[in-house]
T-cell receptor, first 115, second 114 residues
Framework: DSGVTQTPKHLITATGQRVTLRCSPR?????VYWYQQSLDQGLQFLIQ???????AKGNILERFSAQQFPDLHSELNLSSLELGDSALYFC??????????????FGPGTRLTVL | DQQVKQNSPSLSVQEGRISILNCDYT??????FLWYKKYPAEGPTFLIS???IKDKNEDGRFTVFLNKSAKHLSLHIVPSQPGDSAVYFC?????????????WGLGTSLAVNP
């Protein structure tokens, strides 16, 4: 158990809909990262927050947005969903800003299926 | 442009033998490298890392070697065990101004056969 929790575990929805994925970081971790893993693909970094502020953006679509709340939990909002958005979405957390040397601890992921 | 490449999508090894997973990178500014392991239906877990100022780091059965001139690193698992069967991701870190950026490879699926 990494200490990072993600809800829901599975999500099935239809094209055009909007969903929200939730992540609670490990106690004491200030950074939260979101990743997407599609079938046969590696981990695609989406976005990073540190103590409530956006710090880095990766390959995140404009239809996607995220935020980190004062209690440090984070939500990833996916809207106007398309079939290609079906993937595993992982949240990770780390103590500080140094996303490289600072070990990232991953949650179990949310499997999103868009029908 | 894939800056971190794991050219072997899969690898199969006999239990007790050595597993060697390879990773190549293109950006000479990467200064820290990490390996993560991922089991199905779970998130990746950190395995081992190496700083660019070193050429070897060892942790039990796991050793990572870094060849900076060749921009190549490898993960050795000796001896391999069936429980090592997982997807292994190589990641490289670079200073991105007020933050650090972590670039991931696509992973290598290791199967250790009893």
């Amino acid at each position: 158990d990494s200490g990072v929790t993600q809800t829901p575990k599975h999500l099935i929805t239809a094209t055009g809909q909007r969903v929200t994925l939730r992540c609670s970081p490990r106690s004491g971790d200030l950074s939260v990262y979101w990743y997407q893993q599609s079938l046969d693909q590696g981990l695609q970094f989406l976005i990073q927050y540190y103590n409530g502020e956006e710090r880095a953006k990766g390959n995140i679509l404009e239809r996607f947005s995220a935020q980190q709340f004062p209690d440090l939990h984070s939500e990833l909002n996916l809207s106007s969903l398309e079939l290609g958005d079906s993937a595993l979405y992982f949240c990770a957390s780390s103590v500080g800003l140094a996303g490289g040397q600072d070990t990232q601890y991953f949650g179990p992921g949310t499997r999103l299926t868009v029908l | 442009d894939q800056q971190v490449k794991q050219n072997s999508p899969s690898l199969s090894v006999q239990e007790g033998r050595i597993s060697i997973l390879n990773c190549d990178y293109t950006n000479s500014m990467f200064d820290y490298f990490l390996w993560y392991k991922k089991y199905p239906a779970e998130g990746p877990t950190f395995l081992i890392s190496i700083s660019s100022i070193k050429d070897k780091n060892e942790d039990g059965r796991f050793t990572v070697f870094l060849n900076k001139s060749a921009k190549h690193l490898s993960l050795h698992i000796v001896p391999s065990q069936p429980g090592d069967s997982a997807v292994y991701f190589c990641a490289a870190s670079v200073d991105a101004g007020n933050n650090r950026k972590l670039i991931w490879g696509l992973g290598t699926s290791l199967a250790v056969n009893p």
